[in-house]
């Protein structure tokens, strides 16, 4: 971690489905099920065969990024969240 952790409110919660329900719907995926958390977030995502899971995962946190920082400002630590995250097929 770059900074202090950053704790999601439902607020945050909020804006990050949101932005699931959008990049998925853009790249052509079909998101199953979404769940926020304090620290972190889970997705089931269907998605082609030929997409790579690191650049789901890296879509997802990217474009959610956007929008929480658009909303919230950027936390202190510049990021919201950590390097990399377990994707499992």
Known sequence: M???P???SAG???VVVGQFRETAAFRGWELLAA???FNHFHLI???ADAVRSENLL???KSY???ALSQR???PASETWWTKSGSRQR
């Open 2 to 4: 770059n900074g202090p």
């Open 6 to 8: 950053v704790l999601l």
């Open 12 to 14: 945050h919660a909020v």
């Open 35 to 37: 769940s926020v958390m």
């Open 45 to 47: 995502v269907r998605a």
């Open 58 to 60: 890296g879509d997802f």
């Open 64 to 66: 959610a990024s956007r």
């Open 72 to 74: 919230f400002g950027k």
